[in-house]
């Protein structure tokens, strides 16, 4: 059996600069479902936050974003965030991260929606594209272990503290059990519970589930952040950043109906405002083909090719539109879950040896709505503390052997699921789920519309448990891995629901339209949803408020 200090759980952003946060001396290892630079950090396009500016400081940051979060962030961990980010984004560029620049040759920056201040570092709009290869380049040279393309299918916890996993291999085949002292997972988001999403396919919620099952709580799942401008029919992301860049949003009728919605910050107001907005001009009939326009002809040809090269390539080759020439037929979609494995400032959970940091942990710096660049800011910021402080744990702690108990129990499980003799193909299902999701859990949600996709997604939950398996053998076979993540994904939909029904209010990304007010008297809280086998259990803890009161 294999036994490292630090396992960490996952290669993108948060995953890799938490392993190379970890003191060098030790152990560190790091596992990926895919090879590490297809972690979905790779597609992030707009850029990063730091209070850079000579006018601009992280108290203002912080402000921005337990505002835009509508109070729900724990103001503790923004300031934390907000404070440090400056320092980390030096840091990546001594790392090797190329940011664009501004005339006078310093890192530029772009205004992007909710801040008060142009805050976000960018590299053209292919900002997690250069900051995940030059991690990887530093990974690489520091000769930290890879696993490449290993599944984690479970947490081992004995007498109550994670002691590593169990993970399926998937080039040749087989479980196997790795001991860690301390397991981070940076497993990222789980935007695919949705059919309609910017997210990679990967982006399952694996990592929520496996702490989820191992009795950690998920906090806020109800909050989901609907990107407001995805392309038509595919769901690709068009960044923030091209309307941060001056692009226009349009009706049929050729009006900026953001006037009508938030005439001060217009395109750049927060997301779920945007969102909200398209929607309703949607619904009321002025869109076209189920979406608005984003107008970027004005920006002139130079500009869009050297500030949005990708997201013209994007809407010409998937959209057969050139933004140069024509508008962009843009609609929300699923971006991001603001919620996850709760986590304090440090990334410990409440099982004892067990981080979480990333896209995957809720620290809660977004509240009930991110902000453009700061999930990018958390990765780095989180990922890093969360390295050092495993770092200082496991120092702390002596090595121990594992039982092979769950590896055991696990080899079962997935024997059981290879002899299935049922009829349907997971695939099937996760496409039933991701409608019932988009159709009832999306910008706008009631309580009828949401007790009726529970009852659909706890039918799903039964059939995802005995899918059938075209694929019996042990290479590569992605047939059992989408199974698996079939299993994630219905967990994740059942937390979310639960969360939303539970909430009667509306707050940033989460909008009741049986409730339409914000409610801080009663839901001023965080949402904890722990696992039993009947479904989530809902408690509830107080948010942190240091500087800033709720206005
Ligand atoms: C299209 C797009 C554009 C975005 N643009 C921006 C932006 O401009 N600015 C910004 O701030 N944010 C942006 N975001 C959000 C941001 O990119 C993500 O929140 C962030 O990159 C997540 O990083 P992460 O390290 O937490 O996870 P990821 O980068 O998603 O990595 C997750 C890792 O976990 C591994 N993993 C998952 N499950 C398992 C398992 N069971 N076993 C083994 N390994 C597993 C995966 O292989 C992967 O390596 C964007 C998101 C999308 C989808």
């Not at 205004?111 to 594209?129: E, K, N, V």
């Not at 809407?315 to 979609?333: L, N, Q, S």
Request: overall charge neutral; proline content about 4%.
């Amino acid at each position: 059996m294999k036994l490292h200090d630090i396992l960490i759980v996952g290669a993108g952003l948060a995953g890799m600069r938490a392993a190379l946060a970890a003191p060098s001396h030790l152990d560190v290892a790091i596992l990926s479902k895919v090879h590490p630079v297809r972690s979905h950090s790779v597609a992030a396009q707009g850029g990063i936050n730091a209070a850079l500016g000579e006018n601009d400081s992280w108290e203002a940051h912080a402000f921005d974003t337990t505002k835009g979060g509508l109070y729900l962030g724990d103001q503790d961990a923004i300031e934390a965030m907000c404070r440090e980010g400056p320092g980390d984004i030096l840091e990546l560029e001594r790392m090797g991260v190329i940011f664009s620049r501004d005339e006078r040759g310093r890192i530029a920056q772009r205004p992007f929606g909710g801040a008060g201040f142009p805050r976000t570092c960018y590299a053209a709009d292919r900002t997690g594209h250069a900051i995940l290869h030059a991690m990887y380049e530093q990974l690489m040279k520091r000769r930290i272990g890879v696993y490449e393309e290993w599944y984690v299918t479970l947490l081992i916890v004995e007498e109550g503290i994670c002691r590593g996993v169990v993970a399926w291999d998937l080039v040749r085949g087989g479980l196997h059990a790795i001991g860690a002292k301390a397991v981070i997972l940076a497993t990222g988001g789980s935007g695919r519970v949705f059919l309609t999403s910017t997210n990679a396919v990967i982006n399952t919620g694996d990592g929520m589930v496996l702490a989820y099952l191992a009795g950690a709580p998920l906090e806020d799942m109800e909050f989901v952040q609907f990107h407001p401008t995805t392309l038509k029919d595919t769901g690709i992301l068009i960044t923030e950043g091209a309307r941060g860049e001056g692009g226009h949003l349009l009706n049929t009728l050729g009006e900026r109906f953001m006037t009508r919605y938030a005439p001060e910050q217009m395109e750049l107001a927060a997301r779920s405002t945007v969102s909200l907005a398209i929607g309703r001009e949607i619904a009321e009939g002025r869109g076209v083909e189920e979406c608005v326009l984003l107008d970027l002809r004005h920006l002139g040809r130079a500009r869009i090719l050297e500030r949005l090269p990708q997201i013209r390539e994007l809407a010409v080759e998937f959209a057969g539109v050139d933004p140069i020439e024509t508008p962009i037929p843009v609609r929300p979609g699923a971006h991001y879950q603001m919620g996850g494995v709760r986590a304090n400032q440090w990334g410990e959970t409440e099982v004892a040896g067990l981080y979480a940091a990333g896209e995957c942990a809720c620290v809660s710096v977004h509240g009930a709505n991110r902000l453009g660049g700061n999930s990018l800011l958390e990765t780095i910021v989180f990922g890093r503390r969360a390295g050092q402080r495993a770092g200082d744990y496991v120092s702390r702690i002596a090595p121990r052997g594992l039982t092979d108990v769950a590896l055991r129990a696990e080899e079962a499980g997935i024997r059981r699921l290879m002899a299935s003799t049922g009829r349907e193909r997971a695939w099937e299902i996760r496409d039933e789920l991701g409608k019932v999701m988009s159709q009832n859990l999306g910008i706008f949600r009631t309580e009828k519309s949401m007790r009726q996709a529970l009852q659909i997604i706890q039918d799903l939950k039964v059939r995802a448990s005995r899918v059938w398996l075209q694929d019996h053998g042990k290479i590569f076979n992605t047939d059992l891995i989408q199974a698996l993540e079939l299993r994630s994904l219905v967990e994740i939909a059942e937390t979310i629901v639960a969360g939303a029904l539970a909430r009667e209010e509306s707050r940033g990304a989460h909008y009741r339209s049986d409730f339409p007010r914000r409610d801080d008297e009663n839901w001023l809280k965080h949402t904890l949803a722990y696992w039993t086998p009947d479904g989530p259990s809902l408690r509830y803890a107080p948010v942190t408020i240091t500087r800033f009161p709720p206005k």
